[in-house]
């Protein structure tokens, strides 16, 4: 590999600091098996002086959630010029914004569950129940409801009954000022990330079926080894497989995407694959599904994203 | 599916099962619940300066004078190293244990430096104090709320807690006999008594004095042990120093100390004081987990209780605190909605804040911190779920300016909850119950 100086962004401001954190350690020990020299940065008010100042070959944000998948730290790191891996600012908030993202892929024709989006204001000034009935009587049972914007199952409610869908709305306003509410589609949950190769086609890497031991892959499934279990490639047939696979490279092209992204998808028991999400910067933690997709294929993290770091570097200014 | 064409990765491999831990089944029953806590991930945002921390119970350790300090332990390891360095005692260097017991005598207690066993803090004194004395099952009496490290040690050791509750004066006494004669009732008799008398945390009162005494008879009636946790007892900021229980009832009593709030944290240094049967097993209890306590921390405790002013510095902690406890009660009384109630603590860290009916602190935390200000949830303090409407605040950290700031952004965000209240009646999310807490380092 090469002597590059590469500053990996991980913590920031974010309810997902400490999985940012993580992702961050893991990523910089394996950028450093390669060769590389790995700085870790915490993103703070020094972040503009430090990328002044100690000008690294590039960056790798691995931040989650908020100002590192907004598009917010990609923006002031294009203001200044620095080469960093992953998507461009304004395909960040593409993909950051759930809505935006599924309004997006259903426009062009992408298979994902209905969706509403209800501001705390609308249920405030209309009257709660009669915004829940009209829920329900559009989208039926059960929903699950979601911050529009976050990561890492945070705030998210599945809801099966209606007389739980207050304290589902609650919980998921803790997190923001408005609620997606989603029909919960049943089937074999799966997580398919895509990489770009150094022709710039993005290519779908085997997809990681999730089975949650509690049924609901939430926080503590997803950051707790032993609490789920995954299977890579996911135990899917032909049809399936291709289907995820398309969906997910689907959405990278359509969202304008580079380098890397991860979606996840649910495929149901007719083999249809939804889209639910994708994510820009997609978790490395040890227990994260993108690492584990590398792995399935016998490639290693630090390899990957070394590649990614010398396509940035070789698309710079 | 094909990774053809992409020339960063090899060729697929056989479909794999992927158990992230192969050990799973092999866990202890008492290892249930130790998962992944969205609650406790919040509180790695808390540890960045741009959030005001109401949070963690780190002592103000810039009132230490460091400088003469760093001093003295250059000159300890030069003229003591060789000691300093070396394995010690179980029980703890006999100057040390020695020093304890004066420390102990402002308190009232007169004790014999054979029953004092010094510890890795004195949350290490729990543990062993735990585990001598529990099985699986047994039942353990504490205040309602308790300390959160106290919850979870009965809980690795897999004790059924019992908790009693409080009033502005501490445990209230006809709640202990109604608990003791209800469990009485039941055929089974607790193991022990947990309480913190001076300070409490999380709630910031102090038993009465004439309580104590009700409390140790009752306990002697039952046959219940007490375990008096004093970790506060000398950050009194009404120049008071309440008598230790233990001084009344040597043979029923272990006193748990610390040198954490009085010294430093970092030094890991506390102690029991046993009766002297039940001191011999908790030295074998301490051998089998640690060998010896760490004997250069001794030492430099030893050092600056025998040639620093350590009455002085607790005077100067006692006023630092002082002024905090004032800064928070007042913004307190200016900035929060009506339908707020707290204690208001005569010593120690912490004020515990109850919110309106209705209102749910562990479920708003998350909007806390995108306001950038963090508390305990009052339900880390319950094994049972309770205390979601209330939290604990501390004041020992953050600067009298901070505080105020804090509970500045508290209070909007309590606002907000009071609007969603408006708007979806009383609800509480579904949340996971249990002692969820920042870690020690979490200020």
Redesign the interface.
């Known amino acids: 590999m090469t002597d590059r100086t590469v500053a990996v962004l991980a913590?920031g401001?974010?309810?997902?600091?400490?999985?940012s954190?993580r992702s961050g350690r893991r990523l910089s020990s394996a950028l450093r098996d390669v060769g590389l020299h790995v700085e870790e940065w915490d993103v703070?008010a020094t972040l503009i002086d430090r990328l002044t100042h100690r000008r690294p070959d590039a960056v790798v944000v691995a931040l989650h959630g908020g100002a590192g998948e907004n598009g917010a730290v990609q923006s002031v790191l294009e203001m200044l010029r620095v080469p960093y891996v992953g998507a461009d600012p304004r395909a960040c908030r593409r993909a950051w914004d759930k809505p935006t993202a599924k309004d997006e892929l259903a426009r062009a024709g992408v298979s994902t569950p209905d969706w509403i989006v209800l501001p705390?204001a609308t249920?405030?000034d209309l009257g709660?129940q009669d915004v829940l009935d009209a829920l329900v009587d559009r989208l039926g049972l059960p929903l699950i409801f979601k911050p529009p914007q976050g990561g890492?199952a945070?705030?998210v409610?599945v809801v099966r009954d209606a007389s739980e869908l207050?304290?589902?709305?609650?919980?998921c306003?803790?997190?923001g000022d408005s609620v997606l509410a989603e029909r919960f589609v049943e089937g074999v949950e799966v997580a398919v990330a895509v990489?770009?190769?150094?022709?710039g086609?993005p290519?779908?890497?085997?997809?990681?079926e999730i089975e949650a031991a509690s049924g609901f892959y939430d926080?503590?499934a997803?950051?707790?080894?032993?609490?789920?279990?995954?299977?890579?490639?996911a135990?899917l047939d032909a049809a399936a497989?291709?289907a995820?696979?398309e969906l997910a490279v689907n959405a990278h092209r359509l969202l304008g995407l580079r380098d890397v992204s991860r979606t996840d998808a649910v495929v149901s028991p007719d083999r249809v694959a939804h889209f639910l999400e994708v994510n820009v910067e997609p978790g490395l933690t040890?227990?994260s599904l993108l690492p584990?997709a590398?792995e399935?294929?016998?490639?290693d993290l630090g390899?990957?994203y070394a590649?990614?770091i010398e396509r940035a570097v070789a698309r710079a200014w | 599916m094909n990774t053809r064409g992409n020339d960063n990765l090899p060729s697929n491999r056989p479909p794999t099962q992927r158990d992230l831990d192969p050990h799973l089944r092999r866990y202890a029953q008492r290892t249930v619940g130790m998962t992944a806590s969205e609650i406790r991930a919040l509180f790695a945002v808390a540890s960045r300066p741009e959030v005001v921390s109401l949070a963690g119970g780190m002592p103000y350790l810039p009132a230490l004078p460091l400088d003469s300090l760093a001093d003295e332990l250059a000159q300890m390891v030069s003229s003591e190293g060789m000691a300093a360095l070396q394995y010690g005692s179980a029980q703890g260097t006999a100057q040390l244990r020695e020093q304890i017991c004066e420390v102990m005598a402002l308190e009232g207690v007169r004790a014999h430096a054979d029953d004092v066993t010094v510890t890795v803090g004195s949350q290490m004194a729990l543990d062993m104090v735990t585990r001598i004395f529990c099985d699986p099952g047994d039942v353990v009496l504490a205040e309602a709320p308790s300390y959160v490290g106290a919850l979870t040690t009965f809980a690795s050791y897999q004790a059924q807690v019992v908790q009693v509750a409080m009033d502005d004066d501490g445990l209230v006494p006809g709640k202990l006999e109604a608990a003791l004669d209800a469990l009485a009732a039941q055929g089974r008799t607790p193991k022990f008594l947990y309480t913190i008398p001076n300070f409490h945390n999380p709630a910031g009162v102090t038993m009465a004095v004439q309580r104590r005494g009700e409390v140790l008879r009752l306990c002697a009636e039952h046959r219940v042990l007490v375990v008096e946790d004093n970790p506060y007892g000398l950050l009194g900021f009404e120049g008071k120093i309440y008598p230790a229980m233990r001084a009344s009832d040597p043979d029923n009593v272990v006193y748990l100390g610390s040198f954490s709030k009085t010294f430093a944290p970092g030094l890991r240094v506390g102690w029991a004081l046993a009766p002297h049967a039940v001191r011999e097993k908790l030295v074998l209890a301490a051998e089998s987990a640690t060998l010896c306590p760490p004997a250069f921390t001794q030492f430099v405790v030893s050092r600056y209780l025998a040639q620093h002013d350590w009455k002085g510095q607790v005077k100067i902690y006692q006023e630092v605190y002082r002024e905090r406890r004032d800064a928070m009660l007042a913004a307190l009384a200016q900035h929060l909605p009506p339908g707020c109630t707290w204690t208001h603590p005569t010593g120690g860290f912490y004020v515990w804040l109850t919110v309106p009916e209705g209102l749910d602190t562990k479920a708003m935390l998350p909007r806390a911190v995108t306001e950038r200000v963090a508390y305990v949830p009052g339900t880390a303090f319950y094994a049972d779920g309770l205390g979601s409407r209330q939290m604990r605040l501390s004041f020992c950290y953050p600067t009298s300016e901070r505080i105020v700031e804090g509970v500045r952004r508290l209070a909007a965000v309590l606002e907000g909850e009071l609007e969603l209240q408006r708007t979806f009646g009383s609800v509480r999310p579904r949340t996971v119950f249990g002692p969820q807490s920042p870690s020690p380092d979490t200020a």
């Open positions: 913590g401001l974010s309810h997902e600091r400490d999985v954190l703070d705390h249920f405030r709660p890492s945070l705030g409610h207050p304290a589902a709305i609650v919980g306003l803790a997190y990489l770009e190769g150094s022709d086609e290519q779908a890497l085997p997809a990681v926080y503590a997803r950051y707790t080894a032993g609490l789920a279990t995954f299977h890579a490639p135990r497989t291709a995820v696979a040890e227990t584990m590398i399935s294929t016998g490639a390899t990957v590649t990614l």
